[in-house]
């Protein structure tokens, strides 16, 4: 935990998500914008971090400006009026990419892209390292997003508060401790491929009202819609090997802010790592809210692989069908997301469930279970 002043912050994006998210936003950008002519212009005085690491990465010919906002009372019928200081460079017919480090009601980005306009650049863009989708007032939403976040007040990287915590490499989020925690109930399902998760997942929504996330499926989403994670993730899925956690993890998160009044989530396909864990918790503990259980869905190979078999025969999914990706799933499983279980057991929120018998008695263990809690 840290403080600052009177505040206490607990922390929230690694600096090594920071640098990894950077990176992929500065490779995004070189490529759209190679061949054009380019101007950056980053916004003082919260930038200065981002814009530095970013513009690093950067290996087009272009030039960076920066530059502050300041309002004042001016005649005009609205009373406030906004003015842009130390933008020397002049922007006409340049592609101009401004440098945010976080957007939130996005009021000051639209009235500097205003006052940009006026100069007849050839296009004005936003990346911008933080964006709060809940906050937001605008019509349109940044280009270039690095990570999507609650509206919850957040510090370092270049964030302050009351100019404190600017030199921080990390970014930690308010901890409101006199919140109680969230009443939530959040369950991580768990278990081999085959073992029942979704068949189950659908019988714990129903019955608690839960936002069911499953990560293959929101894998297999992309995939049929052909986005550029689809196209990432399916290189992975089609031979059975995990997605990278960098990519999982932030999908995650951004899945996880599409429900910001949940009663709770079921996590099924998710975490397949402890990283993936550890992650999950971060995410939960800026929410106000954690994991109560872990339930494992407990299966034998033979039968996983006659089930896995058969559903191929239903779901069309070419990675059911095809006895050696089968195979390299369950060595997977074993190898790497079967460690997850001692990451739970160790804060005694595991439970085993026998995934063996009918649909209807594996949902009673199921329920049992939830009700011990
Ligand atoms: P599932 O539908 O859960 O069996 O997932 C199908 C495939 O999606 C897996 O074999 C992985 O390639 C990928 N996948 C799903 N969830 C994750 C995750 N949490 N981490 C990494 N890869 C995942």
Redesign the pocket.
Known sequence: MLKILDKSFVPFITASEIKSEVSSLAKSLNEEYAEKDVLFIAILNGAFMFASDLFKEISLQSAISFIKVSSYQGMSSTGRVDEIIGLTASIKDKHVIIIEDIVDTGITIEKVKKLLYSEKPASIEVCTLLFKPDAFQEKEIPKFIGFSIPNKFVVGYGLDYDELGRNLGEIYQLKEGSDPERNMLNIVLFGP?GAGKGTQAERLIEKYGLSHL????V??YNIKNNTELGQL?QS??SK????P?EV?IKMLRAEVMKHPESKGFIF??????NA?AAALDELLTSMNSSINVMLALEVEDEELKTRLIKRAEVSGRV?DADPAIISN?LKVYKNETEPVKSYYQSQNKFIGINGLGTIDDITELLFKAIESL
């Open positions: 491929p499953s990560t293959g499926d894998f297999r993730a992975y899925m059975g090997h995990l997605v956690d999982t099924d396909g998710f975490p397949r790592t993936q990675d799933r």
